[in-house]
């Protein structure tokens, strides 16, 4: 951590003292709010030797090996590094890093050898795309041309004037600083090594499992031996040659959300393949339906080294994009390696997620560092992005992507059926239910029922292998009830549907004028409110709805939920909204809050400029096709 020691940088042209000064700064402001004082600090400089010494309070020079100047060689990159360890970590005990004027790129290369052999950090200035900008090197990186360094971008610099330091939010750390203060010697990246190397060992250790899983998941009818072979990294061989775009959607609702970002994606790259990865059976066959010419599907490989690798050899994507919360660490990694950029599109965090991840803070810094651009969903999660180690530079919040889902029945035969003999008006969905939830919401139900006769209730659990349980607190309660995945199909004389299937929401949705989104009773979070209203079922829920904060405190400000916390007060809401114009009134309104406003075109355009920036230049030229692993 950022003590009360020196901050040493090397500074090769008189041009970069101002960015010294700034570091210096960086570093004085993280220590006042760390340790609430900012002493008197130094800053150890040493100028090449066409620069005059750099002057100023707390700025000493200490002279120069003449060792930075251009056309330098292997045998000087040596000379270079050892300066750098031997005069700022011996000598002055400095923590901070390497300032110097790039050079055909060896000051990147210089810079890259600075934290390998000494694990700080390297700041590498030099003429990029957009002019003068400072790159803050991982280590990971080769040089290439300026600008796309494979480098974190300092963003917060005061460098030909793109920012400004005094503009960040108050309390919160300089990016630049607060590298700094974690790149002391040694430990962060032994400790960022020894965690990734412990989840590997477990999950490799997790292949003795693998036929007694493999056995299970025949047996439940959740895989066949062809979707087990995909997770493992195995498949058909590829066909296609142009580049590979991957977009992973975890299960039906991401799969929801993929589905908007296709059309301006193949609009907008036509010369490139579209992969689709879920992660269950259910919405693999969802995504095959929208498989053609370009646009393949496949299950995603468990994040085991082998069926990762296995799986990028045969794809070779060159740009990897996942929707919402899916982070898998071996993946990643994977990605990283083969430098292939990682996206995340409406991504999500929630309070539980960042809490587990913050528990390994290292670990999560090493992971999220990979990612080169995320779109978050709201704030509270663009924030939590940031702790856990995605650049602040790199993180963009836009409109939450659900907003832009459109609320069209489904074309189904079993939602005609039921409609025929459960009126919409008169039909309740508890959507999303938790264990602990279905006994306040059955009891809500029987309580609507005795004072509505002919109410009726579609119960969708969570987790549909609880059906079990539900329905024997149904048949305690002795309600009638029917259960979808025994294809059982409710009269007009059933009290209750139970819905235990997944990857069916928008029938239940569509059946439905009300709706309580549970996951809202118990402190889980809750769940989205944009599907129902999409669809125009009213909306009731609990008081916990962390995950989805901003929308339902919208919601509940213009009135367009009502929040009930028990059987009681959850039977009359629902009652309340039996009468047509009530539950019209918060419906529109609920539309208004949540899916009106936005621009749809401005926000897929974003999303895709930045695919663009991505994209390797070379990624247009044909691919060879991959081969069976």
Known sequence: MLGQGPVGIHVHHDAQQRLGAFLLEGANQLRQRRVGHAAPDEMFVDVGHQAPPPVGAGIKNFGTPGALVPGIGRTRFRLIDR????????????????????????????????????DDVGFVMGKGKAGDEAFLMTGRATARKMGQIGGKRCH?????????????????????????????????????????????????????????????????????????????????????????????????GELNTLVLLLPPLGARFPEHELLITVSNRIAFGKAREMAGEKVHAAIA??????????????????????????????????????????????????????????????????VFGHVRHCFAQDPASAERFADLGVPPGRIEVIPNLKRFQTGAPPDHPDLAHLLARWPRKRTICAASTHRGEDETLIAAYARARAAHPGLKLILVPRHPNRAGEIARLLQEAELTFAIRSKNERPTARTDVLLADTVGEMALWYAASAITFVAGSLLPIGGHTPYEPAAFGSAITHGPHYANFREAYSALLENGGSVQAENAERIAEAWGRLLNPATRTAQVDTARRVLLEGEDRTRTFSRITDTVAALLPSDSRAPVASGTRS
């Open 156 to 252: 917060l610099f005061l460098l030909a004037k793109r920012c400004r330091l005094e503009d960040q939010e108050p309390g919160r750390p300089v990016a630049g600083a607060h590298t700094m203060a974690h790149a002391g010697p040694g430990q962060p990246k032994q400790e960022q090594k020894g965690r990734m190397l412990r989840y590997r060992i477990l999950m490799t250790l997790a292949w003795l499992a693998v036929p007694f899983v493999f056995v299970l998941r025949l047996m439940r009818g959740k895989d066949s031996a062809a979707t087990f072979a995909a997770r493992l990294g195995f498949g058909r061989r590829r066909t296609g040659r142009q580049p590979v775009i991957w977009l992973h959607a975890a299960s039906v």
């Open 83 to 118: 300066y750098i360890r031997l005069s700022f970590q011996k000598r002055t005990g400095a923590v901070g890093g390497m300032i110097v004027n790039d050079h055909e790129g060896y000051g990147a290369k210089a810079a890259v050898m600075f934290k390998k052999r000494t």
């Open 301 to 366: 490989p468990l994040d085991l080294p082998s069926a990762v690798g296995r799986f990028l050899r045969r794809w070779r994507p060159v740009l990897a994009i996942t929707l919402e919360n899916e982070i898998y660490p071996i993946r990643i990694e994977a990605l990283a390696r083969t430098r292939v950029p990682i996206m995340h599109v409406n991504a999500r965090m929630s309070e539980r997620s960042h809490a587990a991840w913050a528990r390994h803070r290292p670990f999560a810094r090493r």
